[in-house]
């Protein structure tokens, strides 16, 4: 059985360990990114989108008063002419890529294109691809050219650089970006990356703040619309951070390196709507507004709303070509338009989310699991309980206190791993405490019947004072003239020989269905019938006696050889109604009979000093069992307690049947 345990140990512990990593390394990804969602909605809705971002929507409103899209693109045209020449704004961004020429329209096409390097305000959004380009010819001009679209000087401090270390991060490595109208590309002053890094839930929680792309860097949309908006150029990369100051402006933003591209978690604001965060306009409403103007006509939106704003200008629509929702923490269609607005309002304010390293998390999961695996281990199960569920408890506020400080870590996983250690931990009480009850039951059988400590086990919760009346039969065992054997010897060797003759009938007694009640001294009390239920029991009882007394006459012949005294026994059987059950208090309870028939047993067992017997029965025990035995009748005999005589009987031996 010890071997047995060891085994049961060793394997609830490699079980645990494997169990851990399994359910680390399979969970991690999908439990942190839902309790990411999950606590980033949440604590979004105290996070207010700053005023100083305006959205300029081609929405469904402006399809339905200017026609159903493709536009002109001259009409974007009037929108950069509104926010140019007619509003105050310092910067506004295109989160729009233009690459296919418009068949239908080639003079207006002409016209954009040329007319697009007139304004100072505006930032273009360029795509940075992983494919490589379709043209040679496309990539030697497009790749000359771009490093001229920006006036950002990047001083990169990183320890790893822009070179991907396998397979993967090859595949993940800009190779080319959108291939523009060339007239467009070649005119256009500004552009930034509107790219977005979407995790393999589909889900997007980064951004590409500095992108790595022809051994050069590159700054992504809302960083070069902040650099145009602070005056800032020149930034500093390292490991952990994007830093730059200018006056007032200081940008200390953590990044997280990919592939030599420099990313920072979104975090985003409250969206009443689920689609977006900041103050978003029509853009039917700025094209008639500047139309207004130049017919002498009040604006439908007034320009002074505009006064010292950032501007985001691009599309979102229930048109398959203009639709542009994505997949969030906080809603599954929030405009993309919105994204690059909350990272430029992360940018401008110096608000950056950022989640700990997997050192950390893994560090947090496992303390979490080692400490309610002590709990559960150590203390009593409701207190382990307790203290489990104050454990999870606390550590749901902390992790939302956590992320309302703008710093993600882990929530469901940790849980899951307390529930998990939860289950190996009463594994655990399980095993051990099974063992140390097997080795109570079995110290404990020492001292009470191996019968009576089974039935207080099975029946732990009823033990109490009390018990019940029963019809028992009770054998009363006693050494005849123990005390002058006992003058003869020391007091060692008379325990020896104790030990050795109750070693020898307890288990007689126990194989034939009867409860060793007790040893008083040199005597013995047992019972059959309770708390064994047996109706043969007065029988039982009596081929338990005669066995008793073969068993002593084989140890008398090794005693007589060991030079010991002649040790002999009398006993004395009675059958009928007693009280079996617990007394005593109820701190300490014994299980035991009390009744007249014990004192009847007791009685009986003394006759047989007076006619030189050795076995003698009541008359209800003979009633019972005289198919089974030959007896004589020795005569009526007065019993203290009792006001009639009874009959008792000596048994010569037992019929076989």
């Known amino acids: 059985m010890e071997i047995s345990h060891k085994k049961s140990l060793i394997l609830l512990i490699v079980a645990s360990i494997v169990v851990f990593f399994l359910v680390y390394l399979i969970g991690h990804t999908i439990f942190q990114y839902k309790s990411y969602n999950f606590m980033m909605k949440q604590t979004s809705v105290n996070k207010i989108a700053s005023d100083d971002i305006v959205l300029v929507v081609i929405d469904n409103k402006s399809l339905a008063k200017l026609g159903r899209w493709p536009w002109k693109r001259t009409m974007f045209l009037e929108i950069f002419d509104f926010l140019e020449h007619h509003t105050e704004a310092k910067v506004f961004g295109f989160d729009a890529v233009i690459i296919a020429p418009d068949a239908d329209f080639p003079e207006v096409d002409k016209e954009f294109s040329n007319r697009i390097g007139e304004y100072e305000k505006l930032v273009a959004g360029v795509g940075f691809m992983y494919d490589e380009f379709k043209q040679q010819d496309d990539e030697i001009e497009y790749n000359a050219l771009l490093p001229l679209k920006h006036d950002i000087k990047f001083i990169d401090n990183r320890s790893i650089k822009n070179k991907p270390s396998n397979f993967v991060e090859e595949k993940r490595t800009y190779k080319s970006f959108t291939p523009f109208l060339k007239d467009y590309f070649y005119n256009v002053k500004n552009l930034g990356a509107v790219n977005t890094y979407q995790d393999s839930d589909g889900y997007i929680r980064k951004v590409d703040q500095v992108l790595a792309y022809d051994d050069a860097l590159y700054p992504s949309l809302p960083l070069l619309m902040y650099s145009k908006a602070t005056g800032i150029n020149e930034f500093t990369l390292t490991d952990k951070f994007l830093t730059a100051k200018n006056g007032d402006y200081v940008l200390k933003m953590p990044i997280v390196n990919i592939n030599g591209t420099a990313c920072s978690y979104v975090l985003f604001y409250n969206s009443k709507d689920g689609v977006y965060s900041h103050k978003h306009i029509s853009a039917v409403d700025i094209i008639e507004s500047l139309r207004n103007i130049k017919k002498g006509e009040p604006p439908v939106i007034n320009p002074e709303i505009f006064k010292d704003k950032i501007v985001f200008v691009g599309s979102n629509a229930n048109s398959q070509a203009l639709q542009d929702v994505k997949r969030t923490p906080i809603s599954d269609t929030f405009a993309g338009l919105d994204i690059q607005a909350t990272n430029f309002n992360n940018i401008y304010k110096n608000e950056f989310f950022m989640e700990v390293s997997p050192a950390y998390d893994f560090a947090v999961v496992l303390t979490v699991f080692l400490l309610v695996l002590l709990l559960i281990c150590t203390l009593p199960i409701p207190v382990a309980l307790m203290c489990t569920s104050l454990v999870m408890f606390l550590y749901f506020i902390f992790t939302f206190i956590m992320y309302d400080h703008k710093i993600g870590v882990g929530l469901i996983l940790p849980e899951v791993f307390m529930l998990i250690a939860i289950g190996f931990g009463y594994s655990y009480r399980y095993l051990v405490e099974g063992r140390k009850k097997e080795k109570i039951q079995s110290v404990m059988g020492k001292y009470i019947s191996k019968d009576v400590m089974q039935n207080v086990v099975s029946n732990i919760d009823g033990v109490r004072l009390g018990g019940k009346r029963a019809c028992v039969t009770v054998l009363f065992a006693d050494i005849r003239g123990f005390t002058s054997i006992s003058e003869q010897l020391s007091a060692e060797e008379v325990t020896k020989i104790l030990n050795e003759y109750f070693s020898a009938i307890a288990p007689i007694i126990e194989a034939h269905n009867g409860i060793l009640n007790k040893f008083m001294g040199d005597a013995v009390l047992a019972v059959f019938g309770e708390p064994i239920k047996n109706e043969n029991h007065a029988t039982d009882a009596v081929k338990c006696a005669d066995a008793m007394l073969k068993k002593v006459k084989q140890l008398q012949t090794k005693w007589l050889d060991e ?35 014990v004192n009847t047993a007791s009685r009986i067992e003394n006759y047989n000093k007076v006619y030189k017997t050795k076995f003698l029965i009541s008359e209800e025990t003979f009633l019972r069992v005289q198919k089974y035995v030959d007896v004589i009748k020795i005569r009526e005999v007065s019993i203290r307690g009792k006001a009639k005589k009874i009959n008792i009987y000596e048994v010569l031996r037992i019929l076989e049947r």
């Open 563 to 597: 030079g010991k005294p002649k040790i002999e026994i009398g006993v004395g059987i009675s059958t009928g109604e007693a009280f079996v059950g617990n007394i005593g208090s109820e701190e300490r309870l014994e299980y035991t009979v009390i009744g007249d028939t």
